[in-house]
């Protein structure tokens, strides 16, 4: 499989913090103008706590895993490994099916972290804010996050998923996290639309 020309490792953390910044400031604003429910604890004692939970958590994998997702992905691409790499299809053909394929491997880990006893007991945290709101979106419990990054990186090498895949499969999980989980209003319709995109098993 070809490489597409260009420099993800350069560019990957600025991407990644742009989006982030961007989706949580926009969706903190509209929580203010058009909240969907009047929220029950004080936000500013929630949002400390899950993003504390959110900082923590980003040191803890930044510091357990010397390689990570991308990085993995160059690994696999220059070595051959993974579905993908031994089939000669063009590159954007290879995005597509790796970002649509990472995501479908991480839906069933969370169907897996719903219903398997263990799993579900860490991934319980998230399922026990007090609220919804964005915040909610980044607050899952360290071990969950750290076997979800072993899965993660397990689906890209065997997949052979290309580094770009995997830059806009994280970029949209992790935007569409904190979309998901918003306390804002939409209409009936735009909602039901937006239900039957973003369908998750929370």
Request: charged residues 15%.
């Amino acid at each position: 499989m070809e490489r597409l020309p260009v420099d993800i490792i350069g560019y990957e953390i600025p991407i990644r913090i742009g989006c982030f910044v961007a989706i949580f400031a926009a969706m903190a604003v509209y929580e203010l103008l058009a909240p969907r429910r009047i929220l029950t604890t004080p936000k500013s004692l929630r949002w400390v706590n899950n993003l504390s939970l959110q900082a923590l958590n980003t040191a803890l994998i930044r510091g357990l895993f010397p390689i990570l997702p991308i990085t993995s992905a160059f690994i696999a691409v220059d070595r051959g490994w993974g579905v993908l790499n031994n089939y000669h299809l063009p590159p954007w053909s290879a995005v597509i099916i790796g970002a649509i394929a990472l995501d479908c491997a991480i839906y069933l880990q969370h169907v897996a972290f719903h219903t398997v006893p263990v799993f579900w007991r860490l991934h319980m945290i998230h399922h026990t804010d007090m609220d919804i709101d964005l915040t909610t979106g980044v607050r899952f419990h360290p071990v969950e996050m750290i076997l979800s990054m072993f899965i993660k990186m397990a689906a890209i090498i065997i997949l052979g998923a290309p580094p770009l895949a995997v830059l806009i499969f994280e970029v949209a999980l992790n935007e569409s996290s904190i979309f998901t989980h918003s306390n804002v209003f939409i209409p009936g319709g735009l909602d039901r639309a937006l239900r039957m995109i973003f369908v998750t098993p929370d």
